[in-house]
């Protein structure tokens, strides 16, 4: 299991993200502080200049395990479920370019927020219809590339498209791409699902990308998930993919970020 942090270059009203707006610090502290790594929210994979972090992530032995596209719903308002044709077909372009991204730096790309959300003035047929095929055309691109597609379970205070693993792994299973797996959120899971260890076990195959915030949404550790449950879970199905620690910046950045690594070390040790 790898262990990363969730940062963004830019200061964005998407809450969880550790040093937001400064993305050299953020690296810099992920990597005195041990992580493996990190995952970075974009709006537009223009806002990374790719020579400049490849440099940078070499000398500070760092990689970029994930490229969440949340921001482009809630900074544009662009979205794949999206009614209007031009404002899905701009969320296709922005994840196709971050898929040529994640090529470069050799990540997973995340199909979290930007899925939108269903209109419920609308007919639901169409709908359905246009968002799976928005990700139907960018899981067949990503597969030409060769990237992992992670679909996340987000609660159902901010999508009603996708709330549960299971309902994800029914879709995945439909589309037929080795290339998409299931993103499991342990802050969105405890909203959604009846048990940590059912839901996991039953998407199990399907599971490529974890992240950890607690009840609260502060580091795990500081609310009350059971994450010793969650850790048993993960080893006994043998999971080796990343875990983000993707936490609200209290009660400030540096202390939640250190609060993540020494939870995960410590939790991943005790596991194994
Ligand atoms: C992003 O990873 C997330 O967990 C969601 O809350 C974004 O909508
Ligand atoms: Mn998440």
Same mark, same amino acid.
């Given at each position: 299991?790898?262990?990363?942090?969730?940062?963004?270059?830019?200061?964005? !009203?998407?809450g969880?993200?550790?040093?937001?707006?400064?993305?050299?610090?953020?690296?810099k502290?992920?990597?005195?502080?041990?992580?493996?790594?990190?995952?970075?929210?974009?709006r537009?994979a223009?806002?990374?200049?790719y020579? +400049?972090l490849?440099?940078?992530?070499l000398?500070?032995?760092?990689?970029v395990?994930?490229?969440?596209?949340?921001?482009?719903?809630?900074?544009?308002?662009?979205?794949?479920?999206?009614?209007?044709?031009?404002?899905?077909?701009?969320a296709i372009r922005r994840m196709?370019?971050?898929?040529?991204?994640?090529n470069?730096?050799?990540?997973i790309?995340?199909?979290?927020g930007?899925?939108?959300?269903?209109e419920?003035?609308?007919?639901?047929e169409q709908?359905?219809?246009?968002g799976?095929?928005?990700?139907?055309?960018?899981?067949?691109?990503?597969f #030409?590339?060769?990237?992992?597609?992670?679909?996340e379970?987000?609660?159902?205070?901010?999508?009603n498209?996708?709330n549960?693993l299971?309902?994800?792994?029914?879709?995945?299973?439909?589309?037929?791409f !080795?290339?998409?797996?299931?993103?499991?959120?342990?802050?969105?899971?405890?909203l959604?699902?009846?048990?940590? #260890?059912?839901?996991?076990?039953?998407?199990k195959d399907?599971?490529?990308?974890?992240h950890?915030?607690d009840?609260?949404?502060?580091?795990?550790? +500081?609310?009350?998930?059971?994450?010793?449950?969650?850790?048993?879970?993960l080893?006994e199905?043998?999971?080796?993919?990343?875990?983000?620690?993707?936490?609200l910046?209290?009660?400030?950045?540096?202390?939640a970020a250190?609060?993540?690594?020494?939870?995960?070390?410590?939790?991943?040790?005790?596991?194994?």
């Amino acid at each position: 299991m790898f262990k990363v942090i969730s940062l963004s270059p830019t200061k964005t !009203p998407f809450g969880p993200l550790l040093f937001s707006g400064d993305l050299l610090y953020g690296l810099k502290k992920a990597s005195e502080l041990g992580y493996d790594g990190v995952e970075i929210s974009l709006r537009d994979a223009k806002e990374i200049n790719y020579p +400049w972090l490849k440099e940078i992530l070499l000398k500070l032995n760092l990689k970029v395990y994930g490229i969440a596209t949340g921001q482009t719903y809630y900074n544009d308002g662009f979205s794949l479920y999206n009614s209007q044709k031009d404002k899905r077909e701009k969320a296709i372009r922005r994840m196709k370019d971050h898929i040529d991204l994640a090529n470069k730096l050799g990540s997973i790309v995340i199909i979290g927020g930007i899925r939108g959300k269903f209109e419920i003035d609308l007919p639901i047929e169409q709908q359905l219809i246009s968002g799976k095929e928005a990700i139907r055309e960018i899981a067949e691109y990503a597969f #030409r590339n060769q990237i992992t597609l992670v679909l996340e379970t987000i609660n159902r205070y901010e999508t009603n498209i996708f709330n549960t693993l299971l309902q994800i792994k029914d879709f995945i299973e439909e589309l037929k791409f !080795p290339n998409l797996k299931i993103l499991a959120d342990t802050f969105h899971m405890n909203l959604e699902e009846v048990s940590y #260890r059912q839901a996991i076990l039953e998407a199990k195959d399907q599971i490529g990308y974890i992240h950890f915030a607690d009840s609260n949404r502060l580091a795990p550790g +500081w609310g009350h998930i059971d994450f010793k449950e969650i850790i048993n879970v993960l080893i006994e199905i043998n999971f080796k993919g990343p875990i983000g620690i993707e936490v609200l910046p209290l009660p400030d950045d540096l202390k939640a970020a250190k609060q993540g690594i020494v939870f995960l070390k410590k939790s991943i040790e005790e596991g194994e």
